[in-house]
């Protein structure tokens, strides 16, 4: 076990609708990244936080969006769902933003989008 | 070209074979290069960081090479519990932005 936790673990909605999705960190780490993993591809990285601010984000729309907070865990929210929006949705924790830190994954949280 | 590329196999392998994967990448300027396990259903765990000089862990040894692009991940002596998605993961851009091959599939058979 990592230490890092995700909730929910499953999760179904439909089109158009908002989810949010939380995560959090391993005692010690101050930083969280997202990933999107559909089936049968890698993680995609959708962006990290460190110490609550936005550190990065890859190839995702605005209506992919997160928080961070004092205590360093965190929140990826996703707006007007769309069918190729069911994935595993991981995140992974770190001691730091160097990309040289080990990344430890949470479970994931798998959404289904109908 | 795939920002990283892996072939997806799947690798099936008789217990105590030896099995390479190889993977490449697109950026030339990145610097930090990992081999991640994924089992079915599971999150992506650290296998081991990869070094310029090569490194080995156990049965696991990976390499790089800079000037072709290239990763490769030998794995000696195959137990059935390396059965896995082994991930090649290199940063992109920044060193936030980590960038994961669609994976290799081996499963190691009795």
């Known amino acids: 076990e990592t230490g890092v936790t995700q909730s929910p673990t499953h999760l179904i909605k439909t089109r158009g609708q908002q989810v949010t999705l939380r995560c959090s960190s391993q005692?010690?780490?101050?930083?969280v990244s997202w990933y999107q993993q559909a089936l049968g591809q890698g993680p995609q990285f959708i962006f990290q936080?460190?110490?609550?601010?936005?550190?990065g984000r890859g190839n995702f729309p605005p209506r992919f969006s997160g928080l961070q907070f004092p205590n360093y865990s965190s929140e990826l929210n996703v707006n007007a769902l769309e069918l190729d929006d069911s994935a595993l949705y991981l995140c992974?924790?770190?001691?730091?933003?160097?990309?040289?830190?080990?990344?430890?994954f949470g479970p994931g949280t798998r959404l289904t989008v109908l | 070209r795939k920002e990283v590329e892996q072939d997806p196999g799947p690798f099936n392998v008789p217990e105590g074979a030896t099995v390479a994967f190889n993977c490449t990448y697109s950026?030339?300027?990145?610097?930090?290069f990992f081999w991640y396990r994924q089992d079915c259903r599971k999150e992506p765990k650290l296998l081991m960081s990869?070094?310029?000089s090569g490194n080995e862990d156990g049965r696991f040894t990976a390499q790089l090479n800079r000037a072709s692009q290239y990763i490769s991940l030998l794995i000696r002596d195959s137990k059935l519990s390396d059965s896995a998605t082994y991930l090649c993961v290199v940063n992109f851009l920044n060193n936030n932005d980590m960038r994961f091959g669609a994976g290799t599939r081996l499963t190691v058979k009795p």
């Open positions: 992974a924790s770190s001691r730091g933003v160097a990309a040289y830190n080990e990344q430890f």
């Open positions: 990869v070094y310029s």
């Open positions: 936080y460190y110490r609550e601010e936005e550190n």
């Open positions: 950026n030339s300027a990145s610097q930090s």
């Open positions: 005692s010690g780490h101050n930083t």
